[in-house]
Nanobody, 124 residues
Framework: QVQLVESGGGLVQAGGSLRLSCAAS????????MGWFRQAPGKEREFVAA????????DYADSVKGRFTISRDNAKKQVYLQMNSLKPEDTAVYSC?????????????????WGQGTQVTVSS
């Protein structure tokens, strides 16, 4: 079965960095675009970043643009989220997701598979 497993979350001070990883299995990775979403307590799930099948096209939420970078390694079946200049408002559970097709999407409803998420906490 399809599995997406996130890692790399943790506690970091404001201004710090974290790198999240998402390992995929059970799917033909190269026919899926990948995305990262986050959800803070009491808030709705929010789009963070997405990347197309080849890694040639990326998309970011305005709130993370210039601070976060999404990338993928198709040989390793992994997608990454490099998060720099972290802010307390970045605190959330971060989940990766896969959508079948060559183009990425910012709409969580379009994604087919989800990981369980990893907690990111940014202290002030």
């Amino acid at each position: 079965q399809v599995q997406l497993v996130e890692s790399g979350g943790g506690l970091v001070q404001a201004g710090g960095s974290l790198r999240l990883s998402c390992a995929a299995s059970g799917l033909t990775f190269t026919i899926y675009a990948m995305g990262w979403f986050r959800q803070a307590p009491g808030k709705e799930r929010e789009f963070v970043a997405a990347i197309n099948w080849s890694g040639g096209n990326t998309d970011y939420a305005d709130s993370v643009k210039g601070r976060f970078t999404i990338s993928r390694d198709n040989a390793k079946k992994q997608v990454y989220l490099q998060m720099n200049s972290l802010k307390p408002e970045d605190t959330a559970v971060y989940s990766c997701a896969a959508v079948k097709g060559f183009q990425s999407s910012s709409k969580f409803q379009e994604y087919d598979y989800w990981g369980q998420g990893t907690q990111v906490t940014v202290s002030s």
